[in-house]
């Protein structure tokens, strides 16, 4: 039987659930299913889109802009975080404490950090939730830090004023014993929650034997209620829930605002 390779195109908060995940499947399902958290993201999603992965947990916006330019997957489920009660997530808008920054109208003239120009939740969301502010402000500069955890420091270090961050990588942090980090968040606070969104889709590639997929979804759909629940919701993830490809409209229609918003 084929073996599955499981990779991650989101931030390290989701490598030990993948990891649990993979353990999960192949116990349930007698199908090897290993997780590759060393290839990086961006060479990993260029695998996953070309089938050399089998299995991936990507960002929804990197999912329609694949699936949509070739249908390239097969959605398998969406996942609900640990400490949510949907499938959804949202960027907090993150500034340091004392900044005096306490509103949306505090945000004029200041420095913004992104993770990634192709990030949905670090990019994309706040462009797509300025579109729809009858009077957005206007940011005196827009830098890239190249992710997440990055951004945090440079806002901490007073090298940026706000990020948009992932709610799930900021609470995995908050969470973390990690000193530095620890240090870092010590010095921020978030004035606002933007743009909800379906969570990230786990998907699998269209080439994999439809049997494998239809075998790996049941099994991903009935871990809420299997003895591996409890090792999951230590990892970060509450459970999963059926999803298509409609729930990713969403997606497509904050894609399409962000682009065609004035940004600076």
């Given at each position: 039987m084929q073996a599955i390779t499981l990779i991650s195109c989101l931030g390290e908060n989701t490598y030990p659930i993948c990891?649990?995940?993979?353990?999960?499947?192949?116990?349930?399902?007698?199908?090897?299913?290993s997780f590759d958290r060393t290839t990086p993201w961006l060479e990993a999603s260029e695998k996953l889109a070309a089938g050399e992965i089998h299995m991936g947990w990507i960002c929804g916006l990197l999912y329609t802009l694949q699936q949509d330019q070739q249908a390239r997957y097969q959605v398998l489920a969406k996942p609900i975080f640990a400490g949510h009660r949907k499938p959804e997530y949202?960027?907090?808008?993150?500034?340091r404490r004392d900044s005096g920054i306490e509103s949306l109208v505090d945000l004029a003239n200041k420095r913004l950090v992104i993770n990634d120009p192709d990030s949905y939740s670090g990019n994309h969301a706040l462009w797509a939730h300025w579109a729809k502010l009858p009077n957005p402000p206007k940011f005196a500069s827009v830098l890239a830090s190249g992710s997440h955890s990055n951004s945090l420091r440079m806002i901490a270090a007073g090298d940026?004023?706000?990020?948009?961050?992932?709610?799930?990588?900021?609470?995995?942090?908050?969470?973390?014993q990690k000193p530095e980090m620890q240090a870092v968040l010590s010095q921020l606070k978030a004035i606002e929650q933007i743009n909800p969104a379906p969570t990230p889709p786990l998907v699998m590639h269209k080439s994999v034997d439809s049997k494998?997929?239809?075998?790996?979804?049941?099994?991903?759909?009935?871990?809420?209620?299997?003895?591996?629940?409890?090792?999951?919701?230590?990892?970060?993830?509450?459970?999963?829930?059926?999803?298509?490809?409609?729930?990713?409209?969403?997606m497509r229609e904050s894609y399409r605002?962000?682009?065609?918003f004035q940004r600076l």
């Open positions: 990891s649990v995940l993979a353990d999960y499947l192949t116990a349930e399902t007698g199908i090897k299913v949202f960027s907090y808008l993150v500034v940026a004023d706000v990020a948009a961050i992932d709610c799930t990588v900021f609470d995995y942090w908050l969470k973390t494998i997929t239809e075998t790996i979804r049941h099994a991903l759909l009935a871990l809420n209620h299997s003895e591996w629940s409890a090792r999951l919701q230590a990892a970060g993830l509450q459970g999963l829930v059926e999803a298509q490809d409609q729930d990713y409209d969403f605002l962000s682009q065609g």
